[in-house]
C-alpha cells in the first residue's frame, strides 16, 4: 500500500497549463503504475493518463496533457496545457504495484491506493 498526495492545484485561465504533483510513500513508489484521473461535479470519475512503473510507458486521454515521473523523489506529474473550463474538476492521483514493467491500467477498478484529490479550477 502506498500513501498519496496530490498537489498544485488551483485556479487556473482558459488557454494556460497547470502542473499537479502526486507524491507516494515508501521505498517501493518505483514499482507502482500511477494513473491521474477526474471528476467533475455530477459527473463520473474519468481517466486522464497513466504511466508505467519505470515511466516507460505512458497513455493519455488528451493530447494536451502529458504525464511524467521522478522515482528518486517519489513523484509522478500531470502538466495539463492549453486548459478549457471544461477541465474544471478534482483530479485524483492513484496507484497500482505491478511487477510486470512497462505494465500500466486505464480503469479505476485496476488501482488500489488513491489519493484525496486537488482541485483545478479553469475560468473562462
Not at 515521473?69 to 486548459?83: C, E, F, M
Not at 500500466?104 to 484529490?117: A, K, L, V
Amino acid at each position: 500500500q502506498v500513501q498519496l498526495v496530490e498537489s498544485g492545484g488551483g485556479l487556473a485561465q482558459a488557454g494556460g497549463c497547470v502542473r499537479v504533483s502526486c507524491s507516494g510513500s515508501g521505498r517501493t513508489f518505483g514499482s507502482y503504475v500511477v494513473g491521474w484521473f477526474r471528476q467533475a461535479p455530477g459527473k463520473e470519475r474519468e481517466f486522464v493518463a497513466t504511466i508505467s512503473a519505470s515511466g516507460s510507458n505512458t497513455y493519455l486521454a488528451d493530447g494536451r496533457f502529458t504525464i511524467s515521473r521522478d522515482n528518486a523523489a517519489n513523484t509522478v506529474y500531470l502538466q495539463l496545457n492549453s486548459l478549457k473550463p471544461e477541465n474544471t474538476a478534482v483530479y485524483y492521483c492513484t496507484a497500482r504495484q505491478t511487477a510486470i514493467d512497462g505494465d500500466y491500467f486505464r480503469r479505476t477498478c485496476e488501482f488500489n491506493d488513491w489519493g484525496q484529490g486537488t482541485k483545478i479550477t479553469v475560468s473562462s
